[in-house]
């Protein structure tokens, strides 16, 4: 089996215009998505109580949100969670309410209606702790950046660096794109996927910037465009193998990972798919819109004085 | 070209055997068991309280499947949770408060497993359910109390010397005193500097008033804070054994942070109670000089001295109180509940430590005929308990507190009193609370994800490469057996989206085998032999091999460094992924190629699936 028998190059970078109007318009309409709906926080961010309790029977959704009313918690969000048993109850901080005393409240008034609901998952998170993941997220992402592109620099050279970089934000951000037009939530499990997709995304485009380094070797008398076509070409099989790979243990995740992963799988998801894109339509004509050639390449390149 | 040395054959071997070892704990599931620890830390198990746990089991018939003596606690294994509950409520019964039962689960695997040192997988809270707390410390409180009992150090030590000073104050952690003269300054400034000489002054003469401003230096506020963080660490250890929990994990997080995760425990409300409880106990005389009820009365607390404050006792009468504290809860070594057998009232008899008993002994010598009152300070609301007369001097460090309403009254205070005080109050700032169901569910959901994903990538990479393709999910499957038991080895926290992440990686390590694969296809579609082909395929991939991992490396190591909890575990298995997959697909790939391929001499065809022959070169 071959899946791609192709005879010819693809022409990639020469779809690299249209490809840049694409890129260009998805990542701000993920940045105006992102800006206008905004993104629905956790309460790993938040701050708030996260309640996940279940009963023996379909749960009376009305009857817990008139419970809790009854004890001051109307602000509070109730809505079933994947089956009618297991329901979702959400609370924002209260002032004079510590966030130890607000879910003992809440599973108290429960068990007194139904003796039997039992409560599944607490996560209760005070403000200054939903502050600082914040701010870590944010360090954490910047970490990985400034690391990957150093890396990136040393190995290659800054173009390529760059033009990875651009390449992964663009996939970062049109992952929170998508978080904020669904409005799905955002919580940590899903900030540890958009990191993995950081230093997993980049891995796409080291992978066909190693081919581009050794086709500017071999092949002497191809332009720019040239060579990266025929490295993007020469390193679609394995591109297509790779993220099909990782993509089925993505599903898998989706299938059998139940609601917690749920959000992380989808975040994965989106990642590889526009990963794959980004590298290839996205990193490589940066990569050749800044210049990088034979030259630039062949002195970054200590292992060519051995092959001549 | 393609042959391995013997080495690097045994080094796979081994490593495969010793991983093997390391990974079978993990199939013989878990007996359920109790954990019996002593209540002071660091106590010696000794053969009579074993034999008395063997002894109380065997008259109830419970059959126990082992007994397990380590440093500090016992096991005891059991073959129904029906009989871990029984003889959990027997053993306490028959052992009395001065030890802690706890229930526990052991692994089954056989001993001598065990006594290499491989066990199971360290589950996390996510996944054996559990509680999870983080407090925060407020040392700023800390800070104060020290000052507190600095100043009231001076104030005693100017009397003694009897230098003249007309106030002495304190605003959070800076003290002043005035004085009366500039002479008295000096020499007030002296006696400060014996009993700590870590003080920075600063003198302010403005109106007549001779100011001397001591201020407490940065090095000295950092010993505070440390041991106030200590303290507390200290104090939540013993809480925390009161509940009785088997294996507790309490840190210090950051400067001013403590994690404390608590698995299997299931009532979250009593142990926050018992945690968040932040009674302190304090002695202080009470101010009778000019002590007149009407005079403050609502509105009118600028009447009370500036040495003093105004507390309710228990029946909501105000009591004069002066400020400077005489005995705080920490020099407290046991408290117990008990009846007065005079009056048949409930009261708390507690022990002081050598330094509490003489300071308590002088006190109560110097103040005979004058009311003491013990303040309970709890969620900051500060309660006069009792203010008796005192009798007479009381040596020995021994107290009686009455004034309890009832016994339960008693055996609660006297808990909170022996548990320990605060040195800085705390609050809880995150809670995380995982039944155990959950447990159990997000165990299953983890398994069956990394399952069906490697199910669905053993088909793909069979039917696409071959042998080559079996090959790689031979790879892949040792890359299994080592990441599992290099979690098993080292006891790393295995949580939901660690799981997720083994999953993930076995996605992303598959990448290894594919460039591989890709390459070797690539030198036979460039007309090398098969035998070259694998060489320099092998060769060519290594360089984006590496390139790539170190990549997501980068990521694993900045989410380790910056995420906390669950997010850590995924950190951890991505990091160790990483580095397994890159072994296996450099060693072991290329050690079952050579193994297969090397010591043929004419190979005509690689089966690496159909090879599509390419013209434009």
Not at chain 1, 131 to 142: C, M, R, T
Not at chain 1, 227 to 243: E, F, P, Q
Not at chain 2, 570 to 588: C, K, P
Request: glycine fraction near 8%; proline fraction near 2%; charged fraction near 20%.
């Amino acid at each position: 089996m071959e899946f791609f028998r192709v005879k010819k190059d693809i022409p990639f970078m020469k779809y690299s215009k249209i490809s840049a109007v694409i890129s260009t318009t998805a990542f701000i309409l993920a940045v105006f998505f992102i800006i206008i709906r905004g993104l629905n926080l956790g309460v790993d961010f938040t701050g708030g109580t996260m309640m996940e309790v279940s009963y023996p029977k379909a749960a009376n959704i009305d009857d817990i949100r008139q419970s809790l009313r009854d004890i001051d918690l109307e602000d509070a969000q109730v809505q079933n969670f994947g089956t009618e048993e297991d329901v979702l109850i959400r609370l924002p901080i209260r002032e004079g309410l510590s966030i130890a005393e607000i879910s003992e409240k809440v599973a108290s008034t429960l068990k007194l209606s139904n003796d039997l609901m039992e409560v599944k998952r607490v996560e209760s998170v005070g403000s200054q702790v939903g502050d600082e993941l914040y701010e870590k997220g944010a360090l954490a992402v910047l970490f990985v950046c400034i690391g990957i592109m150093l890396y990136l620099t040393l190995r290659f050279e800054w173009r390529f660096a760059i033009a990875a970089i651009l390449a992964n934000i663009h996939d970062v951000i049109i992952i929170l794109g998508f978080f904020a037009f669904f409005q799905w939530e955002f919580n940590l499990t899903v900030l540890a996927a958009v990191l993995a997709v950081l230093g997993y995304s980049v891995n796409e485009s080291v992978v066909v910037f190693d081919r581009v380094r050794e086709n500017f070797r071999k092949m002497r008398k191809a332009n720019v465009a040239e060579v990266i076509n025929n490295a993007i070409t020469r390193t679609m099989s394995r591109t297509i193998m790779t993220h099909l790979s990782t993509q089925t243990v993505v599903i898998s995740m989706l299938i059998f990972g139940g609601e917690i992963l749920h959000n992380f799988a989808l975040a994965l998801t989106i990642g590889i798919l526009f990963g794959i894109y980004s590298s290839i339509m996205v990193g490589c004509p940066m990569a050749m819109w800044l210049g990088t050639n034979q030259t630039n390449l062949a002195i970054t390149n200590p292992e060519k004085k051995k092959e001549i | 070209m393609n042959h391995s040395a013997r080495w690097k054959y045994l080094l796979i071997l081994t490593t495969i055997l010793l991983s093997i070892i390391f990974v079978m704990p993990n199939f013989y599931g878990e007996a359920p068991a109790i954990q019996i620890m002593p209540i002071k830390a660091g106590e010696k198990i000794d053969t009579s309280l074993l034999q008395s746990i063997e002894e109380t089991l065997e008259k109830s018939g419970i059959t126990n499947t082992g007994l397990i003596v380590e440093n500090f606690h016992i096991k005891v294994k059991l073959q129904t949770a029906e009989d871990q509950l029984k003889a959990k409520s027997l053993i306490q019964n028959s052992l009395g408060d001065k030890y802690v039962v706890a229930l526990n689960l052991i692994s089954n695997s056989p001993h001598w497993l065990s006594n290499m040192g491989s066990l199971p997988m360290y589950l996390g809270l996510d996944l054996r359910g559990g509680v999870h707390f983080l407090m925060q410390v407020d040392l700023s409180k800390a800070l104060e109390k020290t000052t507190a009992s600095y100043l009231g150090d001076f104030r005693s030590a100017l009397r003694k010397e009897k230098i003249g000073y007309y106030d002495a104050t304190k605003n959070n952690d800076i003290m002043q005193i005035k004085f009366k003269s500039k002479e008295e300054l000096s020499k007030g400034k002296n006696i400060i500097r014996d009993i700590n000489d870590s003080f920075d002054f600063k003198e302010i003469f403005i109106n007549d008033e001779i100011i001397l401003k001591i201020i407490i230096s940065e090095q000295t506020k950092k010993s505070i804070t440390e041991f106030a963080i200590k303290q507390n660490l200290e104090t939540i250890n013993n809480r925390v054994n009161e509940l009785g929990v088997a294996e507790p994990l309490i840190q210090q997080q950051g400067l001013d942070r403590i994690v404390i995760q608590l698995p299997g425990v299931q009532d979250t409300a009593k142990a926050k109670e018992i945690l968040g409880r932040t009674a302190t106990l304090e002695m202080r005389m009470v101010n009778e000089d000019n002590f007149n009820k009407d005079i403050f009365k609502d509105g009118n607390e600028s009447q009370i001295p500036v040495n003093s404050e105004i507390f309710s006792d228990r029946f909501g009468a105000d009591i004069l109180v002066k400020k400077q504290i005489i005995l705080t809860g920490e020099r407290i070594t046991n408290a117990a509940p008990g009846v007065d057998s005079q009056t048949g009232q409930s009261i708390v008899s507690i022990t002081l430590d050598g330094k509490g008993a003489s300071i308590f002994k002088q006190v109560t010598r110097e103040n005979i005929g004058k009311r003491m009152a013990l303040l309970l300070i709890e969620k900051n609301i500060t309660e006069v308990v009792t203010a008796p007369v005192i009798k007479g001097e009381i040596g020995g460090g021994r107290v009686q507190i009455t004034g309890m309403t009832n016994a339960q009254e008693a055996t609660d205070i006297a808990l909170l009193l022996r548990a320990g005080s605060l040195a800085a109050p705390m609050e809880i700032i995150e809670e995380r609370t995982v039944g155990p169901s959950m447990g159990k569910e997000n165990i299953s959901r983890g398994v069956q994800s990394t399952i069906w994903g490697f199910i669905a990538i053993i088909i793909m990479m069979a039917l696409y490469y071959m042998v080559f393709g079996v090959i790689s999910v031979i790879t892949l499957s040792v890359n299994l057996l080592f990441l599992v038991a290099l979690l098993s080895a080292l006891q790393a926290t295995l949580t939901l989206p660690g799981l997720a992440a083994i999953a993930l990686t076995l996605g992303m390590a598959i990448d290894s085998s594919v460039l591989i694969n890709e390459r070797i296809r690539d030198e036979i579609r460039n007309g090398n032999t098969p035998q070259a082909s694998i060489s320099k395929g092998y060769k060519m991939a290594w360089g984006t091999i590496l390139d790539s991992n170190i990549t997501t490396m980068i990521a694993g190591l900045a989410l380790f460094m910056f995420g906390s909890g669950p997010i850590k575990g995924f950190a951890v298995v991505l990091v160790l992924g990483i580095l397994t997959s890159m072994f296996s697909a450099i060693f072991v790939s290329r050690a079952i190629v050579n193994y297969i391929y090397g010591n043929k001499r004419q190979i005509n065809k690689l089966s690496i699936g159909e090879i599509f022959k390419v013209d434009n070169n």
